[in-house]
């Protein structure tokens, strides 16, 4: 049999039980009061965010309680996920073509009583201000900068509220290391505590030094890392054991120049400081700009041959010390297609990732395709190894 885990658009349990579910992660940003979003907007032709009341969390808080309570019922295990650092996207981004930005988003309300803290690119300029569609970043996302202590234990505390407060069995960090055309590393974290250390290390300022420095690029990654090293000291002081996992794309080809994304995930496998790998890969075209670093044509999109080799590097370097789980990355937007056809190319990849020795499958889609039965008919296939 073959475990499979489903990023949960909001599938009931028992359904998801029955197809041989047996881990659902829930977004879950945006429930807490001390997290709380604010609407935003950028009016036409003006250079100011405009920041509305902070969004309501009762709701969401209540059904996500519901959703693990449920899933637990259903002998399911349960990760809350959040993307860490997020602090900001614009509506529309990505979504269509020809691309298409819509000036109006949120942010959450300590980025809006925090300006300070948003991370900035090397001309010293952050979310708040960029243009609508400058291709700072690939994808119209601002972060918060975890060179700050600060940012780092606001973080943390949204995810040790979900272990504590919400009864999840694990937490899941996903990112988005998703560069402008054409780069090949991250180009924020220009941020004073940061500058301030390079400074302090190395006597120059590193606005000075080529962007892809390598002193540079891994002190900006060594906050990441230090991000896991007190979330897994904060996990830990619950008393129970909470799994802490990584979801990501693009990360996993070239293991000793991960650090130039930010996210040095084989040192987090050294170091011991998380439980679980989810490698990504995008089965249908997510439409981002050419800027993939594991391809040569910079294409986001993954076929087989790509899935068994970064899972095979994942895997020489995890070894047996703890769970991989290779994720298809099937949404059914922005590229419309039968449903049916998509889910044989779920099928597809799900056995690739099997062969090349992931521990289970994840699944990562939207409401319309796990609205459809064939969806599910292919996921009972895959838990029982009928590829």
């Given amino acids: 049999m073959v475990d499979i885990e489903f ?24 429930v807490l009061e001390s997290h709380a979003w604010v609407a935003c907007e950028r009016p036409p032709e003006s250079d100011r965010i405009e920041f509305g009341a902070p969004m309501p969390t009762e709701a969401g ?97 949204e995810l040790v509220a979900f272990a504590r407060d919400f009864g999840a069995d694990g937490v899941q960090l996903e990112f988005l290391p998703v560069l402008a055309a054409g780069e090949s590393v991250w180009p924020l974290g220009y941020d004073e505590p940061a500058l301030a250390e390079y400074r302090r290390r190395f006597g120059v300022d590193p606005r000075s030094r080529p962007a892809d420095d390598p002193a540079w690029a891994r002190l900006r990654a060594d906050y990441v890392t230090q991000f896991f090293r007190e979330l897994r000291r904060d996990l830990d002081a619950l008393g129970r054991p909470v799994d ?6 693009g990360i996993w080809a070239r293991p000793d120049e991960a650090y130039k994304l930010g996210l040095d995930w084989p040192e987090w496998v050294e170091e011991g400081l998380i439980d ?83 521990d289970g499958i994840g699944i990562y889609t939207d409401a319309r395709v796990a609205g459809d039965d064939s969806f599910w008919t292919g996921l009972e296939r895959i838990h029982e190894g009928r590829f």
């Fill in 7 to 30: 990023v949960d658009p909001g599938a009931a349990a028992a359904v998801c039980a029955a197809s041989g579910v047996s881990k659902v992660m829930h977004y879950a940003q945006g």
């Fill in 61 to 157: 808080a209540r059904l996500l309680k519901r959703r693990i309570e449920e899933a637990h019922e259903a002998g399911l295990r349960v990760d809350a996920y959040s993307i860490l650092g997020l602090a900001g996207v614009w509506e529309g981004s990505r979504h269509q073509v020809p691309r298409v930005i819509e000036p109006v988003g949120r942010i959450p309300r300590f980025a809006v009583e925090h300006p300070e803290f948003m991370s900035k690119a090397r001309d010293g300029r952050s979310w708040f201000d960029w243009d609508v569609g400058e291709p700072v970043l690939g994808y119209d996302v601002g972060y918060l900068a975890l060179a700050h202590p600060e940012v780092r234990a606001y973080a943390r505390a």
């Fill in 244 to 249: 802490v996992a990584a979801a990501t794309e």
């Fill in 276 to 358: 679980a790998l989810y490698p990504r890969f995008f089965i249908n075209d997510p439409l981002y700009p050419p800027s993939d670093p594991s391809s040569e044509s910079g294409s986001w999109l993954s076929d087989v041959a790509r899935i068994e080799r970064e899972m095979a590097t994942v895997r020489g370097i995890v070894g047996n010390r703890f769970r991989v789980c290779a994720t298809a990355i099937a949404s059914n937007a922005p590229v419309d297609e039968p449903v049916p056809v998509l889910v044989e190319r779920i099928v597809a990849a799900a056995r690739a990732m099997v062969e090349a020795g992931s």
